[in-house]
């Protein structure tokens, strides 16, 4: 497995829409995990931090399964605004750096 | 407002010139900073770790005479690409994190590099 897989993506979805991201990780021991946004051509943001079951934020949830090594975003109520490449991030072995999936691209339409 | 600010943030120059990013820790203290680099559609490919005081530590593969780091103080880490050449053209964004390993990092703007 590797360090850190996503969903191959695109998904274009409407707006309103409800979507959800998968991302596996191979670092049994990981203890933290995030999940970054992307816009084209920018830095990575900070979307939301997980380190226990999942964590909630508005219209966004992640989940993490410890046993089956996935974290999921979730996205409700999809808005334009939300198009962007999400990043599954997980720290790498050693637990000194971050390792950054290649990300999933979302596209919103109106 | 911003935690990471990143200078320049866009260059173009010919090849063999060297060029120098500034990454600055805005609101902390950063004894650890990060270098990235994004090739167009790739996802980030973590460089090296800048260490403040010490030698960076450097991913298998990145070429340490090629890709100098400097972290000469607790806000401020430089990366120079000696020499560049058009395949060193890429997107370099550094980021810094506050606190234990588990904490999330921050990521300054980056720098879009074009070597003609």
């Known amino acids: 497995r590797k360090e850190v897989e996503q969903d191959p993506g695109p998904f274009n979805v409407p707006e309103g829409a409800t979507v959800a991201f998968n991302c596996t990780y191979s670092n049994s021991a990981s203890q933290s995990f995030f999940w970054y946004r992307q816009d084209c051509r920018k830095e990575p943001k900070l979307l939301m931090s997980v380190y226990s079951s999942g964590n909630e934020d508005g219209r966004f949830t992640a989940q993490l399964n410890r046993a089956s090594q996935y974290i999921s975003l979730l996205i409700r109520d999809s808005k334009l605004s939300d198009s962007a490449t999400y990043l599954c991030v997980v720290p790498n072995q050693a637990g000194t750096a971050l390792i950054f999936g290649k990300g999933t691209t979302l596209s919103v339409s109106s | 407002g911003a935690v990471v600010s990143q200078h320049p943030s866009r260059v173009i120059c010919k090849s063999g010139t060297s060029v120098k990013i500034e990454c600055r820790s805005l609101?902390?203290?950063?004894?650890?900073m990060f270098w990235y680099r994004q090739f167009p559609k790739k996802s980030l490919m973590l460089m090296a770790t800048?260490?403040?005081?010490?030698?960076?530590?450097?991913e298998q593969g990145v070429e340490k005479d090629k890709f100098l780091i400097n972290h000469a103080s607790l806000t401020l880490s430089t990366l120079t690409v000696t020499s560049a050449h058009p395949e060193d053209s890429s997107f370099y964004i550094c980021s810094v994190r506050q606190g234990a390993n588990n904490q999330p990092q921050h990521f300054g703007d980056g720098t879009r590099l074009s070597i003609l």
């Open positions: 609101d902390f203290q950063a004894t650890t």
């Open positions: 800048s260490n403040e005081g010490s030698k960076a530590t450097y």
